[in-house]
């Protein structure tokens, strides 16, 4: 009985060692097949990685190759005039900075400043020139919206925009456009490069720059328009030729109160003060002309006025074939068919085109409200 035992108990031990040892082993394979697994990753992530920075450098050079000329963009702050003649030697637009002068960051009111900040990019002065914050924002609210309600652009990618490159949209563009708005922050202050963006964006009217737009729209220096005044500016960016105020006065104010709402929101104004500032009496524009004639053909011809003349650092007139008089008939015209039968017809817009027999265009409309759309149906569609 004592050996039985003895056996029994014996047993008893090795079992559990048995099963512990076993237990030991399947965890260092485990282990094992962890760590390969890891140093698999690992090596083919550090191979990957190489060959995306190999691309992306080629990527880089490829784009960067042909930038345009930073010396020169720089030292022309000022676009130059560009004057349209109709056949009769009439006047039919003035494009360009006619009366405007550099003006300074510090000289600006604040207001103007901030606006501007509030509306296009709260994050200015924190980023480096490309707001990878934005960009994710900007996305997710064109996602859940499903269609394009907001850019990721900078101040500083708009101000690269507006001193190098042309206005055309493909990949190599916005490469080259990320690219010079790094060079910018690395060779300039943010003052500096919103000094540049203020006095070379857009603004409508054939304005370009805050000092040239506050004075066609308000008739004085930007260093001394008001608060209202500052928000009608800073919404103009949007949109310039469709928020022209001298032609579509309602789309400009409905902007300018967006922008006061966003100053709000942003901090820069109190909600009183805001609502106080949207009473119109605080800065209608001047009406010193609500309506021009040949806008879509005035458009065409400034979209390709460079491809004749090329670069230029003066100002130039140029006379076209447009017939001041059968340009008026046209539109009159247009808006007068399309509002007697456009609803019989099932046709909201139109498009007019009247050529000399040479070929000449003596009237060209592009739509029936340029205030609405300025999509040119006449060499667009």
């Not at 914050?133 to 690269?160: D, E, M, W, Y």
């Not at 563009?173 to 690219?179: A, T």
């Not at 579509?248 to 942003?266: C, F, I, P, Y």
């Not at 046709?347 to 009237?363: D, M």
Request: one cysteine or more; glycine letters at 8%; a positive charge.
């Amino acid at each position: 009985m004592n050996i039985i035992k003895l056996a029994n108990s014996k047993a008893t031990v090795k079992q559990p060692i048995k099963i512990a040892n076993r237990k030991r082993r399947k965890k260092h394979q485990k282990r094992s097949a962890f760590l390969r697994s890891a140093g698999f990753f690992i090596k083919w992530s550090v191979v990957a990685s190489i060959w995306c920075a190999l691309v992306l450098g080629v990527a880089v050079i490829f784009f960067a190759h042909d930038l345009p000329s930073i010396d020169t963009a720089l030292s022309e702050f000022r676009k130059p005039v560009i004057t349209l003649l109709a056949a009769n030697g009439k006047e039919i637009a003035k494009i360009g900075q006619v009366r405007g002068t550099i003006v300074q960051y510090k000289d600006l009111p604040v207001y103007l400043l901030q606006a501007i900040i509030a509306t296009e990019d709260r994050r200015y002065f924190d980023h480096l020139g490309i707001d990878l914050v934005g960009i994710a924002r900007a996305a997710i609210a064109n996602i859940r919206a499903g269609r394009i309600i907001q850019g990721g652009s900078t101040l500083t990618q708009q101000a690269a925009k507006n001193l190098f490159l042309s206005p055309e949209r493909t990949l190599k563009r916005k490469v080259q456009e990320i690219l010079l708005a790094l060079w910018l922050e690395w060779n300039f202050t943010k003052h500096q490069i919103f000094t540049i963006y203020l006095n070379r964006v857009y603004l409508g009217a054939g304005t370009y720059g805050v000092e040239a737009a506050s004075k066609k729209y308000f008739g004085k220096s930007a260093t001394s328009i008001n608060l209202y005044q500052s928000a009608l500016i800073a919404g103009l960016l949007k949109a310039p030729s469709r928020l022209n105020p001298l032609i579509n006065l309602k789309g400009a104010t409905k902007r300018a109160q967006q922008v006061l709402t966003n100053m709000v929101s942003a901090g820069y104004l109190k909600e009183g003060r805001a609502l106080t500032a949207k009473n119109p009496r605080f800065g209608l524009v001047r009406a010193d002309e609500s309506k021009r004639y040949g806008q879509y053909f005035i458009d065409w011809v400034v979209e390709r006025l460079p491809s004749y003349v090329g670069p230029s650092a003066g100002d130039i007139t140029v006379k076209t074939t447009l017939d001041t008089h059968i340009q008026i008939i046209a539109e009159k015209k247009l808006e007068g068919i399309l509002a007697r039968h456009g609803e019989s017809l099932k046709v909201s817009e139109g498009a007019f085109l009247v050529l000399a027999p040479n070929g000449a265009i003596r009237a060209l409309v592009g739509g029936r409200s340029y205030a609405k759309s300025q999509f040119n149906r006449a060499t667009q569609a």
